[in-house]
């Protein structure tokens, strides 16, 4: 199966001992794939990171999809259908890129991606 990483899934996929890293090994010792909008990799690139930090990160990917037509189209009526909340426009672009690719989406922040499950997106 291919999950797709919300950010801050994958900054915790790299840190051991956490519910991300457990849950992000488990699906790896199933076979699981792992892949990400640009977007992601954007948000994850802007933090304080070391060279190894990246450098594990593009290991743990098999796969960044870089915005298309398709998705923005689909984040902008997602975020028009769930109220145009404040800040809300890129979860609702890494939402479109989840749906798209036909893939759960892995989310610390669950309760942000909820309201997007009856638009179908589908949580991991």
Same mark, same amino acid.
């Given at each position: 199966?291919?999950?797709?990483?919300?950010?801050?899934? &994958? =900054?915790? %996929? $790299?840190? +051991?001992?956490?519910?991300?890293?457990?849950?992000?090994?488990?699906? #790896?010792?199933?076979?699981?794939?792992?892949?990400?909008?640009?977007?992601?990799?954007?948000?994850?690139?802007?933090?304080?990171?070391?060279?190894?930090?990246?450098?594990?990160?593009?290991? &743990? =990917?098999? %796969? $960044?999809? +870089?915005?298309?037509?398709?998705?923005?189209?689909?984040?902008?009526? #997602?975020?028009?259908?769930?109220?145009?909340?404040?800040?809300?426009?890129?979860?609702?672009?890494?939402?479109?890129?989840?749906?798209?690719?036909?893939?759960?989406?892995?989310?610390?922040?669950?309760?942000?991606?909820?309201?997007?499950?009856?638009?179908?997106?589908?949580?991991?």
């Amino acid at each position: 199966m291919i999950i797709h990483l919300d950010t801050n899934f &994958l =900054i915790g %996929a $790299q840190k +051991p001992g956490t519910v991300p890293n457990q849950k992000f090994l488990e699906w #790896l010792a199933c076979g699981d794939l792992f892949e990400i909008s640009v977007l992601v990799w954007a948000e994850f690139l802007c933090g304080s990171l070391t060279h190894e930090e990246e450098a594990s990160a593009r290991l &743990l =990917i098999s %796969a $960044q999809h +870089p915005m298309s037509d398709g998705q923005a189209e689909l984040g902008a009526k #997602l975020f028009r259908e769930t109220g145009r909340r404040k800040r809300s426009l890129a979860d609702c672009l890494i939402a479109a890129c989840a749906i798209l690719a036909d893939a759960p989406l892995a989310t610390e922040n669950r309760t942000d991606f909820e309201k997007l499950v009856p638009l179908g997106l589908r949580l991991a």
